[in-house]
């Protein structure tokens, strides 16, 4: 288990500037559209949809693709050990540390073309049109591609962010395993497609001074008040269990009901409270897996492991299911004779993003946009722990991802690059004039 | 789906006879106690039990080593297409057709040395003891190694006696799929292994003129009794079902509570609603596999399998179980907006073995055995559909099956094995009676 801890940070006070190169950028917007469904293509059959697995051959394409297009943009260009590709631009001032813009170009299963690409390919195209209209910041520009955002087939999930921010390590990433419960893990296959890179992994080996994202909002608050952009203040909070119930083996057929000691029949008790907890406190709870041995069609089952996530906005309601459903595993393993092993492999309490870094969001954004808040965790959410991070939302249509169905118009998309490249220079402004002693 | 249908039969009277040679007949408890534990050893790691899954390597080594042991009883050998092993033995009067006796060499995963293993072995154990005793049966005699009985690894079970007794076809039964949702079938694994032969698969093309098989007994009526043997009267009824729901893909963080269409909460609700079933009917009920899509740890589930059995000792009770879940399906699936599919795969109504084929067996048994019935399906129920067939059972401790922790005594698999030697003799003395008209 590793605790994502937030860092403790003082702002002095509201601190924000607007760049003067912010109001003349443009961005390409038919070009970003093409790309985003031009790389859709590298996807296992996901039918209006992607599935483009971490470190599987279709992963491979995509990133040898992103490769290409940083390099031929002029990048410095970086792979690390956990496989995130690392683009760096120059700026005026090479001593300063890069302003960062990333996101995840792996997707979940039976995902959608949204989550993940647009917050890189948007970068990208931030970093096109700036090149074409010959704008330079100060400070130098990286953009990210960071390995297993989505943790779908090796968990846990932001894979390499979570190195980079100190919440874990290249070895424990490495050592991710497969959720479909093969020996595979996340070190093994990314060395498969040969990308394991000797690039920088951790924060202090390669600081940033800030962090910019793009996604799609997961959510209906823009499209409920017609905007196409959003800043995104902070999320809710989220835990992952698993529990693993062990009991006996068994004749499906012979076995008397009294004396089984069944755990899929347990788990199926835990799914159902899972359900009804979301409801009583006004939180959200997931099951997100299971596994059952021994296979067959005659066996009463002996292991059986379930994989679930609890949300909640308030920190006091997170901490509060969490203790209510670990009352009740141990309680329905108690009534069952069962023994089990619980774990809780990540906690994420509610938190907000750093007001500076918002601020240069939420003045690109203009009436375009709102306030806003995501329901689950990012790439950002881990390097907020270290600099001032913020996020652009573009609007999801009915608020679906994770799905085939997941959309985004392109006018929103387009919108949405417009704000990320902005916010960028409007923290590039900011961080000159705290430099010339504008700001504490 | 396919139901095992009972063959209409009318006996005209209570026939039965007991063999002069019967009481003479001894076997070797040892050399059939060390076969059972030295063949355990063709198992996957399984401490203290057998998992010895159909067509794997460690199948292929225990079939080898069983031709091994008929060949050298002079067997007439044969494999059939769906891998079941054939060894004939020459009687008086080649022209009747052979009496039976067989079980399977395959167990579940982490299942017991006796399940399975002690019907072949304790029945090869009766030949080579005949042989020493040079008795010779009038009617010729085969020893039998059912492929996969247990559908363990490939669905349905019986999979190759349901061929022999019609009730399925070798086409569908090599197109048998793995139950670890992989695309392996067991055609493809038997050819693997060398174990798709070309001797006979029907009853039409082999008749036999009964069917007798050694079990351990799987509940506990012998050992309360105190009996180490008892002759089965017949079986408890049974039906396998799967059903598929299908619902949405979705963000498992932010995707609200309403509105989701949850496939594995669904099924968690159908476990339950099982469990409950199995008390409400005073029936058995269990859930031996599920299969939940898409992997990852981020996804609402979209897809679930889950596989389930009704038990039941009446027929009534059993039509009624099914016909109960089967509503609970529709209405879990209404009220939840999901799509399904429901199969029942297989349907067995609860029945008796034929009356002169139990007799033989009772008879056999004299005061060391008591009147039994199996709450299970056996290569013994698909015979019985075509010719007379009865079950003798071994007393197995705490009537523990599928488990590591099966157990009989070396005592009680010899008595079993004494009392299939006797009964298939006073069944070839009944034949002969028969034959000179002593019976109808």
């Known amino acids: 288990m590793f605790a994502f801890r937030r860092a403790v940070y003082v702002i002095a006070r509201r601190s924000y500037a607007t760049s003067p190169l912010a109001s003349k950028f443009k961005i390409n917007g038919d070009r970003l559209w093409n790309d985003i469904h031009e790389t859709a293509k590298w996807s296992a059959p996901s039918p209006g949809g992607v599935t483009r697995l971490c470190a599987d051959e279709n992963d491979k394409m995509v990133r040898d693709w992103f490769r290409e297009q940083v390099i031929a943009l002029g990048a410095d260009y970086k792979v690390n050990a956990t496989g995130t590709q690392i683009a760096l631009f120059d700026g005026d001032d090479n001593s300063i540390p890069p302003i960062a813009m990333g996101s995840h170009l792996d997707t979940v299963a039976t995902g959608g073309k949204f989550d993940g690409p647009l917050g890189v390919i948007g970068a990208l195209e931030v970093l096109r049109s700036m090149k074409e209209q010959s704008i330079k910041t100060r400070a130098p520009l990286v953009l990210i591609n960071w390995t297993n955002e989505e943790g779908a087939r090796f968990f846990p999930l932001l894979g390499s962010s979570c190195v980079y921010a100190g919440q874990s390590t290249v070895e424990a990433a490495h050592a991710s395993i497969s959720t479909d419960n093969s020996s595979l893990t996340m070190g093994g296959e990314l060395a498969k497609i040969g990308y394991v890179g000797d690039g920088p992994n951790y924060f202090d080996e390669f600081p940033i001074s800030g962090h910019f994202e793009i996604h799609v909002e997961q959510h209906t608050d823009l499209e409920k008040a017609g905007k196409p952009v959003g800043w995104v203040e902070g999320w809710q909070g989220m835990t992952w269990y698993n529990v693993v119930f062990h009991g006996d083996d068994g004749h499906a057929n012979t076995k008397p009901m009294w004396g089984r000691r069944d755990t899929l029949a347990a788990s199926a ?101 709102i306030a806003s808040r995501t329901g689950t965790g990012h790439d950002s959410t881990m390097t907020t722990t270290k600099v001032p991070t913020a996020m652009v939302f573009v609007r999801a249509k009915d608020g679906i991802s994770h799905s085939p169905k997941e959309w985004s118009d392109k006018e929103d998309c387009a919108e949405g690059a417009l704000v990320l490249g902005k916010a960028v220079l409007n923290f590039d402004e900011l961080l000159k004039q705290k430099a010339a002693g504008l700001h504490v």
């Open 269 to 369: 008790e835990l799914i159902t409270v899972l359900e009804k907890l979301a409801y009583e406190m006004n939180g959200y709870t997931t099951t997100t897996g299971i596994h059952s041995h021994p296979f067959g069609s005659c066996n009463i089952q002996s292991k059986t492991k379930v994989i679930f996530c609890l949300m909640h906005k308030e920190a006091e309601g997170l901490e509060g299911m969490g203790k209510a459903i670990e009352n009740r595993i141990a309680s329905i393993a108690g009534q069952r004779g069962l023994e089990f092993e619980l774990e809780r492999d990540i906690h994420l309490p509610p938190g907000d993003f750093w007001s500076e870094a918002i601020a240069c969001v939420r003045d690109a954004c203009g009436d375009k946009g």
